[in-house]
């Protein structure tokens, strides 16, 4: 029986409702009976019918595993800290981002490559997509959730109202809303959605604020006797999203979290 | 050709490196020729540690969850923890364990919990 561990080297970007474009990643592994019960359960999710097939997983290369937020010298694990800093249960809800300005729904077909242009603006799209933005407005800030996203095959843990700096996201412009398929975990306060892989239909609402530039690295190449010196600076592309909400996971089974008498006791 | 004086050129190429140098200690902040081979060194070696950082980060996590997983679990461990890990199809890696362990413990229970039973099973 083979793991899921090759997962972890393929990169990819996610923009869509729809379950099925995870699956595709999943398409070099070999295929669990897991992944297709889950797969068929996508299907009858109601995803966009004509959608890619199997085989249309984007693969973007870049190099860098870990990710690098900013202030960019503190690192992942601190950064993560400032997140969920003080203990989960005491988040203070962050001041509403103001509303995207223009609604824009990227086209499906903006990370695929291969699939046919027909595909940009289905009928049932907008009205699912509409349901799900006016569901994500429900449940966003002020709520004891976290989730934790991969993008760009690194993961983050994320809550709403605050921001992550992940890899840039090809044609994301500014104030697009992008949703974020690939949870792996939900918690809230009493529960824990662990997915297998992925917590099913669920997803993590943000707005795309800014498609920037990480600070400057000098890359200096020297070798010694040798008159070999090539000094050179390098500002990887970065996009800044905000994250607006988490829905989508209580349908999942969830794990419950001892009381805290029981706890204590 | 005319004559050219050297002027101003070298000195202004040399402050740029001694203001990297600025913060070294003794000789290697002050005197030129040490300023611009220690930031040579300097440059070399925060290259070098970036991808260094990555795999002491890594270590560091590890060590995390090693710990974490032995806290109260007899005949447990951080290899058993991923391999069961892998089985059971999670796709959480170590990053988010470890801060997760740190933050949040009642969820990273669960995450054992859930590792673990099925096993049993």
Same mark, same amino acid.
């Given at each position: 029986m083979k793991f899921l561990a090759p997962i972890k080297s393929q990169q990819f970007i996610s923009y869509q409702i729809s379950t099925q474009h995870i699956l595709c990643?999943?398409?070099?592994? $070999?295929?669990q009976i897991g992944w297709e019960k889950r797969e068929s359960m996508a299907s009858a999710v109601g995803a966009i019918a004509a959608l890619s097939t199997f085989s249309t997983a984007v693969r973007i290369p870049k190099p860098l595993l870990f990710p690098e937020h900013r202030? +960019?010298?503190?690192f992942p694990s601190n950064c993560s800290s400032t997140y969920?800093?003080?203990?989960? #249960?005491?988040i203070h809800p962050l001041?509403?981002?103001?509303? +995207?300005?223009g609604r824009k729904w990227k086209p #499906?077909?903006?990370?695929? &490559?291969?699939?046919?242009?027909? &595909?940009?603006? +289905?009928? $049932?799209e907008p009205v699912e997509v509409q349901i799900e933005a006016a569901v994500a407005t429900a449940n966003?800030?002020?709520?004891d959730v976290f989730a934790v996203v991969m993008i760009g095959s690194r993961q983050y843990i994320v809550i709403p109202g605050r921001f992550i700096y992940t890899q840039r996201l090809k044609g994301a412009n500014v104030n697009d809303k992008v949703i974020l398929n690939k949870v792996l975990l939900v918690g809230t306060k009493n529960k824990a959605y662990i997915g297998q892989p992925v917590v099913t239909s669920a997803a993590v609402h943000a707005v795309v604020e800014e498609q920037g530039l990480n600070k400057k690295v000098i890359v200096f190449k020297y070798k010694r006797k040798k008159n070999y010196r090539r000094n050179i600076g390098h500002r990887q592309p970065n996009t800044r999203i905000r994250i607006t909400g988490i829905t989508g996971y209580e349908d999942y089974p969830a794990d419950m979290l001892p009381e805290p008498e029981a706890v204590a006791a | 050709m005319t004559r050219v004086k050297r002027g101003y050129t070298a000195r202004r190429r040399r402050k740029k490196i001694r203001l990297f140098a600025s913060t070294f200690i003794g000789a290697h902040s002050r005197l030129t020729r040490a300023t611009t081979q220690q930031r040579m060194r300097a440059l070399v070696s925060s290259h070098l540690d970036r991808s260094r950082k990555k795999i002491y980060f890594r270590r560091l996590w590890i060590t995390r969850i090693n710990a974490v997983t032995r806290e109260e679990r007899v005949f447990y461990s951080y290899s058993k923890l991923i391999h069961n890990l892998y089985k059971r199809q999670l796709l959480l890696n170590r990053k988010i364990l470890a801060q997760i362990a740190l933050s949040n413990k009642n969820c990273f229970d669960m995450i054992l919990n859930k590792i673990i039973n099925k096993k049993i099973k």
């Open positions: 990643t999943s398409h070099s592994l $070999p295929v202030p +960019p010298h503190s969920c800093n003080s203990p989960f #249960l005491s001041p509403p981002p103001s509303p +995207p300005l #499906l077909a903006v990370a695929l &490559e291969d699939a046919p242009p027909v &595909e940009d603006t +289905p009928e $049932p966003s800030k002020g709520e | -």
